[in-house]
Nanobody, 121 residues
Framework: QVQLVESGGGLVQAGGSLRLSCAAS????????MGWFRQAPGKEREAVAA????????VYVEAVKGRFTISRDNAKNTATLQMNSLKPEDTAVYYC??????????????WGQGTQVTVSS
């Protein structure tokens, strides 16, 4: 059984930065792709970024390109989302996910519980 636990959320002013981490249990972490998603109040969950299982290929949605960076450390079973130049519209609960059926954003098998990110204007 794979468990994903996010951390690093919080309150930040617009223009600031946050670094989200996702800690994964299980030995198979290095064998599947990882992704980050977010869900703002009253909105559907949306994809943010994804990274291949080796970490050599990344995908970002247009809204975060140039501001967010996804990375992973397979030796430490962690995935990270570095978020810079944050905007109020980035406010959401952020989820990490693992093992997509279709890379980059479809059919993830494993999900974390989410961490709140709030960006004040």
């Amino acid at each position: 059984q794979v468990q994903l636990v996010e951390s690093g959320g919080g309150l930040v002013q617009a223009g600031g930065s946050l670094r989200l981490s996702c800690a994964a249990s299980g030995r198979a972490f290095g064998r599947y792709a990882m992704g980050w998603f977010r869900q703002a109040p009253g909105k559907e969950r949306e994809a943010v970024a994804a990274i291949s299982w080796i970490g050599d290929y990344t995908v970002y949605v247009e809204a975060v390109k140039g501001r967010f960076t996804i990375s992973r450390d397979n030796a430490k079973n962690t995935a990270t989302l570095q978020m810079n130049s944050l905007k109020p519209e980035d406010t959401a609960v952020y989820y990490c996910a693992g093992a997509p059926a279709n890379f980059p954003f479809d059919g993830y098998a494993y999900w974390g519980q989410g961490t709140q990110v709030t960006v004040s204007s």
